[in-house]
């Protein structure tokens, strides 16, 4: 058992679903207390085990309860008073989910545009309160290694750049900004290959409270 | 770092900083192992400090006749004291008297729910993240169901390199959430609890 081997036959996830032989078990374990850096893997994919089912579990729960309001509407006149009302006070629109992990974290990616010409999508709404922020920018598709990062207003006008960045392993910028120093409701974050200026990636970034 | 076999030798030869090295190498990965057999933090913690103390004294005394195969050693220890503290308990379910002991298990208990609800928070935050439902299905799929690669691939009509992608995509955005919201830096400490490896090093510098 060596790490190609674990990682080609996902042994940490037949591990963790006991889909391993008793032997295949030792072996793996041993491997693990031999090489510590396989652990984060391990511990990943443990937590994301342990919590989906929970998850899975909220979701339902959520989707039931609101089927369930949806029959009160039928059972007379005498509901529908108290029934709007609860759905005035109890009912929520789904929140807008930002791709923001935390104030200061914000992850785009998959948000392609021709062009910077009109308003991409948003991709992130800043936090209040958020001061700085940490931009990771998906560009693993892009064939180049080079990019030329912009922060525009909505108006196209340059506020910020970051020429040439390369991309980590994972195809990733990560860039540290300030975004609510351009006192915009709104910013447009562009990404161009070096090379050809194709623009790989633009999203809009909401900043302003409003 | 020596390897763990050059360092079982070392410590025979009275070298307390080899000691220290092999705590430094096993104490994560059989934290892991055992915190997720147990899915107790606290007794994961207990045992995994019971065992590395057995080691080191074995270690000492050149007791260990095959060096090379320490990590089947250490491995062993673990697992008998897990299946022997098991067993205390199913006896001790039926005549148990000692409300102290009872006491502190409640209090460690809890705090460990605390740390699952924030766990469960970060990873319900990862996952509202992704914008396609099918990446939500395909983690879902893959880490809880247990469903193969292949099968799944097949299933949502992906190809095996969105796969790999969504999948690394989770664990990096996984380890920065943790990062930022529970305060846990992965490559520092294990993520079952907030125990950190020093602390178990301390421990065991203050007993051995």
């Not at chain 1, 042994?11 to 041993?30: C, N, S, V």
């Not at chain 1, 994301?48 to 309860?65: E, I």
């Not at chain 1, 064939?143 to 392993?169: H, I, M, R």
């Not at chain 2, 045992?47 to 089947?72: F, H, T, W």
């Amino acid at each position: 058992m060596n790490t190609q081997y674990i990682q080609a036959n996902h042994i940490i996830q037949r591990y963790l679903h006991g889909k391993l032989t008793a032997a295949e078990m030792i072996e793996f374990e041993e491997y693990l207390l031999m090489h510590p850096d396989m652990v984060e893997e391990f511990e990943l994919s443990a937590i994301f085990k342990k919590t989906l089912g929970q998850v899975a579990k909220k979701s339902r729960a959520d989707s039931s309860a609101s089927k369930l309001l949806r029959l009160f509407w039928p059972l007379g006149g005498v509901l529908i008073g108290s029934a709007a009302t609860w759905l005035l006070l109890g009912y929520q629109q789904p929140k807008h989910v930002a791709t923001a992990i935390s104030p200061d974290v914000i992850y785009i990616g998959e948000m392609r545009g021709a062009s910077t010409a009109e308003l991409p999508p948003v991709g992130a709404v800043v936090e209040q309160g958020s001061e700085q922020q940490i931009l990771v920018l998906d560009v693993s598709m892009a064939n180049g290694q080079l990019f030329d990062v912009e922060l525009q207003s909505s108006t196209g006008q340059p506020l910020q750049s970051w020429p040439a960045l390369k991309k980590n392993a994972q195809g990733e910028l990560v860039i540290l900004a300030t975004l609510q120093s351009a006192n915009a409701p709104s910013t447009i974050i562009a990404v161009r290959e070096s090379n050809t200026a194709e623009v790989v990636l633009s999203a809009t970034i909401i900043t302003g409270s409003d | 770092m020596d390897e763990p076999a050059v360092l079982v030798t070392q410590i025979a030869n009275g070298n307390k900083q080899a000691e220290q090295a092999l705590l430094s190498h096993f104490s994560r990965p059989l934290y892991s192992i055992v915190a997720y057999k147990c899915d107790d933090p606290t007794l994961a913690q207990d045992i995994v400090q019971e065992a590395l103390l057995i080691v080191i004294q074995k270690a000492r005394a050149s007791a260990i006749d095959n060096p090379e195969a320490i990590a089947g050693f250490v491995r062993r220890v673990a697992e008998n004291l897990l299946i022997a503290t098991y067993r205390k308990n199913k006896r001790q379910r039926t005549d148990c008297s000692d409300e102290m002991d009872l006491h502190s298990h409640t209090i460690n208990h809890t705090e460990n729910q605390v740390s699952s609800e924030k766990l469960l928070e970060t990873v319900t935050q990862v996952m509202d993240e992704l914008s396609v439902e099918r990446d939500r299905q395909l983690l879902s799929a893959y880490f809880f169901e247990g469903k193969d690669k292949e099968e799944l691939c097949n299933e949502l009509d992906l190809s095996t390199e969105h796969f790999d992608k969504v999948l690394h995509r989770a664990k990096t955005r996984l380890k920065q959430a943790l990062a930022l919201k529970c305060k846990v830096e992965i490559n520092k400490q294990s993520l079952f609890t907030l125990l950190s490896v020093a602390a178990v090093i301390c421990w065991l510098g203050t007993r051995i």
